[in-house]
């Protein structure tokens, strides 16, 4: 960080321990983007008047080269936050989350998806509720009546093109979440 680190603590004593934890998070956050500005945290307790039970809420504001994310914890009706310890450590899960996507998308770095692989239907056994697949790559692929998705069984054709995943079963590779393509099998489209 190019500005450091501040905290501050409203309504509430200066907690040792809670620095020293918000220090720590604050360090991981900056590892994870190398080029941090600056981070500010403030961590409020509740008001003096408000009656016993009251909630802790935190935030953290992060200072990029082009951006500033803020990041807020307020309790809500599905999150109690009667102490300070755990809006602190969420409200630093969530900014951790969102700096590791900024980063992800600024190398390129998005999910994608494995296309699955494709293949054509060479023999069918009704009676006995399975079929075999052909790869490209000329891949002999064992799958049974429960591994179709969009389709049914009794409406298969040898030649059918299928997209499927293959994973290795007790007696070699076996298609699973087999999906036929090209074609609308028994009204249900793909």
């Keep these: 960080m190019q500005i450091p680190l501040q905290i501050t603590f409203r309504n509430m004593e200066t907690s040792e321990a809670l620095e020293s934890y918000i220090r720590e998070r604050a360090a991981k956050l900056d590892s994870i983007c ?70 992800d998308r600024k190398k390129g770095e998005v999910k994608v998806h494995e296309e699955m692989p494709q293949g054509k239907i060479t023999e069918l056994y009704p009676y006995e509720d399975y079929g075999r697949i052909v790869t490209g790559a000329g891949d002999d692929i064992y799958f049974h009546r429960n591994s179709l998705i969009n389709a049914d069984f009794a409406d298969l054709s040898v030649g059918d093109e299928v997209r499927f995943v293959e994973e290795q079963g007790n007696n070699g590779p076996q298609a699973t979440s087999v999906r036929v393509v090209g074609k609308t099998v028994s009204g249900k489209g793909n």
């Design 34 to 103: 190398e080029n941090m500005v600056g981070c500010r945290v403030v961590v409020e307790a509740p008001h003096k008047h408000q009656r016993k039970g009251g909630l802790f809420h935190a935030s953290i504001d992060i200072t990029l080269p082009k951006e500033t994310i803020v990041i807020n914890r307020e309790p809500d009706q599905h999150k109690s936050y009667h102490d300070a310890h755990v809006v602190v450590r969420d409200v630093f899960d969530s900014a951790e989350r969102k700096l590791r996507g900024i980063v």
